[in-house]
Structures are given as structure tokens and as C-alpha cells.
């Protein structure tokens, strides 16, 4: 959905000239995908992997497809992206203030739906009914809500988020389109909802963290050597990791796990000393993302709250 | 004075079965009015059609005098019955309060305004003495409490008639009495109640008057001051009822199950099981009595080989089977496990492939790995005659069938070959009396036969009529190992309690 809207808006704005008709246009892209996905989950009960990894395909396939249909023998346009507005007065604060506050309206726009998702979610009866279809629909069903009607308004509502995200990626940050240029983020995106404990709050919160590695790796792919610096923060992350442990289970730690915890934080500390000369290449950077998911989530699950009805279809005979 | 709910002449066909034939049924405001009928009766039928799930084929129904066409649940409710289901229809990750406000349109829409209902469902709590805190999670509630915020969620809706269905299969004693308390306190406000249970005691306990169900039809309805258990049990199967088992004495024969110093511990050091010392002999009907979770699964599977044991011997026959494996287990003896759902049957297959779990893999059901189903089918037939499974066809699936067949399936498949040895646990639970009468008797002719059972159960009764000697099992130990004759109920529950007044016998 994320590759559609992408697609969507790049080409929305490109046929209108104007970004916000694109964004539009990104988000009825995921929309019109969602609502595929809707039909074969919801209505038809499918497995949701199944279809999952099925629509994934056909998104790739039907925008490159689309995009050499369009555009190409074009060669490549760039197209406006949509420019920074800073806060006046916040945007000055030292250290935060150019990262915070001087940033597209596309991204002060994104505060907005966390706080407006978490409002729907815990304050209106439509997001308490959500949250019962997602948990015991039979529990809504015999509370006279219709389990189909509610899913399908989920999944549409997330289907023109995750295209508006898409159009964020391809008209708002870069001004092109490339084939499959999502990359996965779908699935970081579905790691950040898992890490996040499944509350819009802390989903929030892991993006921050998964954004910080992208961003980290964009950064550390052009220095030509480690700089010392990381291993400190290596050795930090592995000492508090160690602390964490420590303080969870206390003498029934197992020692072995706060062996490798503080051998890990030694070994970092002690680079930082030599600092030596390594450079990496940079596919291992690119990599850096995926494994703070990985080892986030080996973390953190467990510790779940997902909803005990997520990816199982309702049907009335066999759940009442 | 008019009913609050007038049933009559209600009748509903299904495909090859008459649900409900000609059902008159009548509710009064501030009535308790028992639903009493075996396993398929038809009472789920009935409250269905009231509930507006299943429409009925004739017949007529009147709310408050006035004729109603209930078209769904939302509409029953509308018109003031609630129901609450045997399986809670609640959101455990919720509040009270959010699972209450469920499906409602608050006051200001599209605000969902938990504050209110929380604060209105606080005073409903306290008017009917509920003891139900708004802002809990249903998943830190107990089931006695879950099932009060069911009867809360109707009450919030404005219900008149409570329907409630097998509330009582869930409960601890002391929960029922709770519910006992919440069911007068209803009634005393005026409300109408609809009690479904298939146990005797609880509807002399509690019901005004009492309908019972057979096939259907409604065999009479009764007051239930003027009847008493035996009048009622025969009124529901249509024929006299033993419903305390008769055991000839016999005398016991040589041990076929020794057991000393058995013990459980889990890795972590905590002790499910010490020092159990018993043997059971040929004949011989040996109790374990106890309340739930005081070890009588763990001492189950340990013997059954599903779990080892950490110290301790087994004999079997004088052989020594310590550290059996389930498999090995079933040669020599029969289990019937006390979750039937979970570790007999698979609700999923038929029935006769239920029936051959054990032995498809052997002659004559199968031959060099292929199974051959023309002499699984007529062994299947066979036990379908002599234990009196009641099913459609051998095809159709466990799922389908009431509990009572369900447990007759499982009867069938361990007994039919006559082990000597038996280990029962929970073997009626969930059974109506018919069923239950079924299983007793099974019981005891494996013990004419010379098979030695362990019967564990925390039915006193069940114990009491059935067993030779009686072992009370608490916190993993036996406090006691009586004879049946030197106690009664009152002392069996209190040594269940952890008093051993009573030395071992």
C-alpha cells in the first residue's frame, strides 16, 4: 500500500502539477488496495499472510508495470518537493530546534494523526467498537455491532494512511518515483506497531527509534571511518541492557546473559579507546535498521498486547 | 396479573429433528423460573427463538401482553430480555466499564463518555449488590465477577427477563451461592429471571417454579416447593433415574496398581505432588477426592505417563513402569482424561475416527500402513450400539454431538476392550443425569469384572456412592486414605479443607 501511494502520488502530482491533489491521490491509491485486501480477508475470509504477501507482489508488479507505461521513455523528472516551514520561535531552540521544528507540513501533519488516532481509538464509541472487533467479536457481534462493517473501516482507514505514506516518501522527500522504492518499510512499519506494544503512543515512540537508525546509517555511510563514537554508544546500549537484566531478575540472572552483556560493553568501551581505523562497507550500515527491529524485537515480544482476534476471520456459526 | 414473557404453542423444526413441539412457557415479574432438560432437549432452542437467533416454524410470544416477532438479539433487548451466554461474551484486555459501554450510543455521540457509564454502572452495582468496580479489566476479574458484569451489561441496557444459560457449569460453590444471592436480589426488584441448568439440586435450590423439556416437548411445569429431585430426574429422561450408584461388596482381589513415595517437582523447585503412597486392587474403586488444583490433574498425567514423575515407583501388576510413556501407558490401562476437549477427542473428526484413535494403527484396521475402513467401520458400529452413542451417522463430527455423547465416545473407545485398569478423572462433569447414570454404571461393571479404577473427582457424591476407599488429596499430599463407610460428606469436606482430624486409615 505504501509502494501504490508512492506511485499514486508521484503520478497524481504529476498529472495535476500540485502535491496535495498528489497526496490525495497517494492515499486513494492505498485505499483502492486496502479495499482489495478488505474484500479478500474480511468478506472472503481469507488467510491474511496468504493475501498479504499476494497483494505485496501485485503492488510491485502493477506500479512498475505503470510507471514504464507512464513514464517511460520520459527518462527520469523530479518533481517539486514540498518545501520546509519552520516554527518561528521554537525552531531557534539550541540543539532540537532545526530538528523539530524546521520540517515539511507533511511531517507536523503525521503528529496530528498519532494524536487524532489515539483519540479515536480511546475516546469515541466507534474506536471502542474497534477495539472489541479486533479483541472478541463476538463480544461486538452480540453488542449489535457489525464485525464486517468495522473491519472493512479499519482496513480502509489503514490503507489510506499507509498511501499517504507513500506519497510522503516519493512527492515529499524525494520528488521521484523508483521501482519498489519502499523497500520493506512496510514491514518496519509493522515491527514499530509490534515494539510499540500495539498503543498509537508507543508506536510513535518506536518510529522514533527505527527512524534514528535510518537516519544513523544515512549518516555513517558517508564517513569514511567508524568514528569512535559509536563504540560508546555501543558499550552504553550494552551496559544498560546489562542494568536492565540485572535489575528485572536480580540474583536469578542468568550469568551467562550478563556475561556477554558486559563483555559486549567492554569491548566497546575499549575501541572507543584504540579508536581504530575500520571502515565498513556500506551495505552493513544499510543494514543497521533491520537489525535495531531484529533486536528490538527479540526484546520486547513476548510482552505483547496484540489483539487476540488480529488475522482471524469471523464467522458467526463457530465463534457465538 | 399478565406474564412478563408468554411463550405458547411455540414449535421449531429443523432438518430431520423437531427442536421444540407445542412449548408453552411463562415468566412472571419476580420469578425465578428453572429450564430443566438433558443435553438436547431443546432448551438452547427455545431461548434462541426468545433471543431472536432462530425463528420458530409456530407459535406465539408475548411480551408484557403484547405479541412480539423477536427479529434479532438487539431487538430482544430492545424489548427487555437479556441474555448471558455459558461462554461470557466480554473483551478481557477492556474495563467493566468499556465492555458495558459496548455497542451503545453514549449520551454524546461520537464521544464515547466512559466516565458516565462507568458512573452509572457503579450505581446499578450498588443497587443489586453486585460488588462490581467500573474501572477493573475483565481480565483480572474472577469468572463469578466476569459473569455479574454480564448480568450488569443487561441490566445498563434495561433488561426485564434475565435468560441465563448453564450459569452455574463455571462456578465454584461459593460462586454459586454468590449467584444465588444476585438471582434473589433481581427477582426481589422485579425482574424476571430464566434459570437453565441441568442440575437438580440448583433448581430446588433457587427456581420458583421449574419447566423441564424432554424431546422438545414440555413434560410439566412445576412448583418446585412441591416436588423433590427424584419427581424432577424422572420427569427429564422419562423414566426412573439411579442417581446414587448401587455397589455390591466384593472382595478385592490382588493389586494391580502399586504406587510409593510418588512425587512432582517443577524445575523451578515448587512441589505439585509428595509422598504418595496407595495401591488399587482388582475390583476395587479407589476415590481421590480434593478441590480443584490440589494436584489431581498432575497426579493424572504422572500416572497415565504424560508428565515423569521426579521421585518415586510405579508398579503395574508388580512390574515396575516408572517413567511410562503415555503410550506404553495405554496398553495397559484406560484414561479418561478430564478435559475431554482437550486431551480425548478431536472435536474436528468423526466419529469413527474418534473411535479409532487407539487402534487404527494395528490389525485388523490396517494393514501394512494402510488403513482399511470397511473393518473400522464395522467395529465402529458395534460400539455405537453397546454404548449407546446417540449420533446421526458414524460421519459426522464430535462437534456436532451433546457432551454426554461426546463422553460416550470417549467410554467407548477406552473400555471397550476390558482393561484392568482405569483411571477416571472428572468422568461426568458437564454431564446431564442421563449420561451421568451411563458413565456410573460403565464404572461399575468394569469393577464386577475385577478392574481396578482410580476415580478422581471433586464431586463428593460421585466419590461417596462409588468409591471402595477414598484418598482426600490436598496441596499434592493425601491428608487421608479412608475407607468409604467411616465418613461422610460433611467430614470428607472438611479434610478437603486441610483438617486431618480424621488419621489415615
Known amino acids: ?320 | 396479573m399478565t406474564p412478563l414473557l408468554q411463550m405458547t404453542g411455540v414449535t421449531k423444526r429443523f432438518p430431520g429433528v423437531m427442536a421444540n413441539r407445542d412449548v408453552t412457557f411463562s415468566v412472571d415479574a419476580g420469578e425465578i423460573h428453572g429450564l430443566l432438560g438433558e443435553n438436547g432437549a431443546g432448551k438452547s432452542t427455545l431461548m434462541k427463538i426468545l433471543y431472536g437467533l432462530v425463528e420458530p416454524n409456530e407459535g406465539r410470544i408475548e411480551i408484557d401482553g403484547n405479541e412480539a416477532r423477536i427479529r434479532s438479539p438487539r431487538h430482544a433487548l430492545e424489548l427487555g430480555v437479556g441474555m448471558v451466554h455459558q461462554h461470557f461474551m466480554l473483551v478481557p484486555t477492556m474495563t467493566v466499564a468499556e465492555n458495558v459501554a459496548l455497542g451503545l450510543r453514549s449520551d454524546r455521540p461520537p464521544l464515547s463518555r466512559l466516565r458516565v457509564v462507568a458512573r452509572r454502572v457503579a450505581d446499578l452495582s450498588e443497587r443489586y449488590g453486585l460488588h462490581i468496580d467500573p474501572d477493573q479489566r475483565i481480565a483480572d476479574l474472577s469468572v463469578g465477577l466476569q459473569q455479574r458484569v454480564e448480568i450488569l451489561k443487561l441490566l445498563y441496557r434495561g433488561a426485564r427477563l434475565l435468560v441465563l444459560d448453564e450459569p452455574t457449569a463455571v462456578l465454584t460453590p461459593q460462586e454459586w451461592h454468590e449467584l444465588e444471592q444476585t438471582m434473589r436480589s433481581l427477582a426481589e426488584a422485579g425482574k424476571g429471571i430464566v434459570f437453565i441448568s441441568h442440575k437438580l439440586d440448583e433448581q430446588l435450590a433457587v427456581a420458583d417454579r421449574c419447566t423441564v423439556l424432554r424431546d422438545g416437548a414440555v413434560m410439566g411445569s412445576v412448583a418446585t416447593a412441591d416436588v423433590d429431585k427424584a419427581t424432577l430426574a424422572r420427569m427429564m429422561v422419562g423414566r426412573e433415574v439411579v442417581l446414587r450408584a448401587v455397589r455390591l461388596p466384593r472382595p478385592a482381589g490382588r493389586p494391580v496398581l502399586e504406587v510409593a513415595d510418588l512425587g512432582l517437582e517443577t524445575p523451578d523447585g515448587r512441589r505439585l505432588l509428595a509422598d504418595l503412597t496407595f495401591s488399587i486392587a482388582q475390583g476395587e474403586i479407589v476415590g481421590v477426592a480434593g478441590v480443584d488444583g490440589n494436584g489431581q490433574r498432575e497426579l493424572v498425567e504422572v500416572l497415565t505417563g504424560v508428565r515423569p514423575a521426579t521421585s518415586g515407583t510405579i508398579r503395574h501388576d508388580g512390574e515396575v513402569v516408572t517413567g511410562l510413556t503415555a503410550r506404553r501407558y495405554h496398553r495397559i490401562g484406560a484414561v479418561i482424561p478430564e478435559d475431554r476437549h482437550r486431551m480425548a477427542i478431536a472435536l474436528g473428526l468423526t466419529v469413527s475416527e474418534n473411535l479409532m484413535l487407539k487402534e487404527f494403527g494395528k490389525a485388523p484396521f490396517s494393514r501394512r500402513g494402510v488403513t482399511r475402513p470397511r473393518a473400522s467401520r464395522d467395529f465402529c458400529r458395534t460400539l455405537v450400539d453397546e454404548f449407546d452413542i446417540r449420533t446421526p451417522s458414524l460421519d459426522v463430527t464430535l462437534r456436532q454431538l451433546s457432551g454426554g455423547n461426546q463422553q460416550k465416545v470417549v467410554v467407548a473407545r477406552e473400555m471397550y476392550r476390558s482393561p484392568d485398569l482405569l483411571i477416571a478423572a472428572q468422568p461426568t462433569r458437564g454431564l446431564d443425569v442421563g449420561a451421568m447414570e451411563f458413565v456410573y454404571r460403565r464404572m461399575l461393571e468394569h469393577r464386577e469384572r475385577g478392574g481396578a479404577t482410580l476415580l478422581v473427582s471433586t464431586e463428593l457424591d460421585e466419590i461417596l456412592s462409588l468409591s471402595d476407599r477414598i484418598a482426600v488429596l490436598v496441596d499434592g499430599r493425601f491428608v487421608a486414605l479412608i475407607d468409604d463407610h467411616a465418613v461422610d460428606v460433611e467430614e470428607l469436606g472438611l479434610l478437603m479443607g486441610g483438617s486431618t482430624d480424621k488419621g489415615a486409615g
Open chain 1, 1 to 320: 500500500m505504501i509502494l501504490m501511494g508512492a506511485f499514486g502520488g508521484y503520478w497524481g502530482q504529476w498529472w495535476t502539477g500540485d502535491i496535495l491533489l498528489g497526496m490525495v491521490a497517494g492515499a486513494a491509491a492505498g485505499t483502492s488496495l486496502a479495499a482489495l485486501m478488505a474484500l479478500l480477508s474480511v468478506t472472503a475470509r481469507s488467510d491474511q499472510i496468504v493475501v498479504g504477501v499476494g497483494l505485496n507482489l501485485f503492488a510491485i508488479g502493477l506500479t512498475t508495470f505503470s510507471f514504464r507505461e507512464v513514464f517511460g521513455d520520459r527518462g527520469e523528472i523530479v518533481l517539486d518537493r514540498m518545501g520546509t516551514m519552520s516554527i518561528p520561535v521554537l525552531s531557534a531552540l539550541p540543539a532540537i530546534g532545526d530538528a523539530l521544528f524546521s520540517q515539511t507540513a507533511a511531517t507536523y501533519a503525521t503528529w496530528l494523526i498519532v494524536a487524532l488516532t489515539w483519540f479515536v481509538l480511546y475516546r469515541t464509541s466507534w474506536g471502542l467498537a474497534l477495539r472489541a472487533v479486533g479483541e472478541v467479536p463476538a463480544a461486538a457481534d452480540t453488542a449489535g455491532i457489525s464485525i464486517a462493517v468495522r473491519r472493512w473501516q479499519a482496513v480502509l482507514v489503514t490503507g489510506a494512511l499507509a498511501g499517504l505514506a507513500g506519497s510522503i516518501l516519493s512527492i515529499v522527500q524525494l520528488g521521484l518515483f523508483q521501482e519498489n522504492m519502499s523497500a520493506g518499510r512496510g514491514f518496519l512499519a509493522l515491527a514499530a506497531v509490534i515494539f510499540g506494544r500495539w498503543r498509537p503512543l508507543g508506536v510513535a515512540g518506536a518510529c522514533f527509534v527505527f527512524g534514528g537508525a535510518d537516519a544513523l546509517q544515512l549518516r555513517l555511510q558517508a564517513e569514511e571511518h567508524v568514528p569512535p563514537e559509536v563504540w560508546l554508544f555501543f558499550g552504553m546500549v550494552a551496559l544498560v541492557a546489562a542494568a536492565w537484566l540485572f535489575a528485572r531478575s536480580g540474583r536469578r540472572a542468568s550469568p551467562r546473559a550478563l556475561g556477554t552483556l558486559v563483555a559486549l560493553a567492554t569491548i566497546g568501551f575499549a575501541l572507543r579507546a584504540a579508536a581504530p581505523e575500520w571502515s565498513f562497507p556500506a551495505q552493513l550500515w544499510l543494514a543497521l535498521p533491520f537489525v535495531v527491529t531484529l533486536a528490538a524485537l527479540s526484546g520486547i515480544a513476548g510482552a505483547g498486547a496484540a489483539p487476540a482476534a488480529i488475522a482471524i476471520p469471523y464467522r458467526r456459526d463457530r465463534d457465538v
